[in-house]
């Protein structure tokens, strides 16, 4: 595919490992998703903006930018979905009510101690992106989080209605544990909603360096039709 030439792919060398980024538009002509890692990389976001709301594309820039902005103060993902949650709810106020959404998936990496101690990955999600673990030289890879959707319908997302009489539709928290060799990878529903984990899993268990992970899965949702906008950051632990 010759668009593949134009991916804007970008690495990051850390103290932990590499991590890689890139959003392709796809399957669409314009692209509602973005992605953001920090210059250390140790904050990575992926806001995944909403066609059937208002200005979803500007909600997922909003929703990163100001989730970006939280984490010099603290490195907390709760502080940075708070954040984007505020900038989003601050749209639709400036905007007369009109309701603009993004879905959103973070993590934040805490080196724990001295080499091979493994790090500490806190992780947020709200919507249908998804946060990844792959175990260490190509082993089991799991998801981390559940979609808030059912189909194609997104249940939760930043932007949208925050409780009902059943309970909060705010985002979900959880923390896991980096060693080396792992793999850890963010996603929009444009890679997997098309592509297998199955297919996933061969792609992250048969390169080491994350660009080029980043590339392969960009390329094999595009061989698989997506009609949808692909958005991946892929990080080896170093080991």
């Known amino acids: 595919m010759g668009a593949m030439m134009k991916l804007n792919l970008r690495s990051w060398n850390t103290s932990w490992g590499k991590v890689a980024g890139v959003s392709f538009r796809g399957g669409r002509d314009h692209n509602e998703d973005r992605i953001a890692v920090s210059d250390d990389g140790e904050v990575w976001l992926l806001a995944d903006g909403m066609g059937g709301h208002a ?13 970006m902005q939280a984490v010099p103060a603290e490195r907390s993902v ?19 009510g009109r309701t603009p959404g993004t879905a959103l998936v973070g993590l934040s990496v805490k080196p724990l101690g001295g ?46 209605v925050e409780k009902t009489s059943e309970g909060d539709l705010g ?6 544990l980096a060693l080396p060799g792992d793999v850890f990878m963010l996603s929009s529903d444009g890679l997997h909603g098309f592509v297998s984990s ?10 080491d360096e994350p660009a080029e992970m980043a590339r392969r899965l960009v390329k094999l949702a595009m061989d698989e039709v997506t009609t949808d906008n692909v958005s991946v950051i892929v990080g080896r632990f170093g080991g």
Do not use: K, Y
């Not at 101690?117 to 799991?142: H, K, M, V, Y």
């Open 171 to 176: 985002p979900e928290f959880g923390t896991a």
């Open 55 to 67: 200005n979803g594309a500007e909600a997922a820039t909003v929703a990163v930018r100001s989730a």
């Open 198 to 207: 199955a297919q996933i899993r061969g792609v992250l268990a048969s390169v």
């Open 78 to 96: 709760q502080a940075a979905f708070e954040a984007a949650r505020r900038g989003v709810v601050g749209m639709r106020q400036s905007e007369g």
């Open 115 to 160: 080499p091979g101690s493994g790090c500490e990955i806190p992780f947020g999600w709200i919507g249908d992106s998804r946060a990844w673990q792959q175990s260490g030289n190509g082993g089991q890879l799991t998801a981390l989080t559940d979609d808030h959707s059912i189909g194609h319908v997104v249940l939760r997302c930043l932007g949208g």
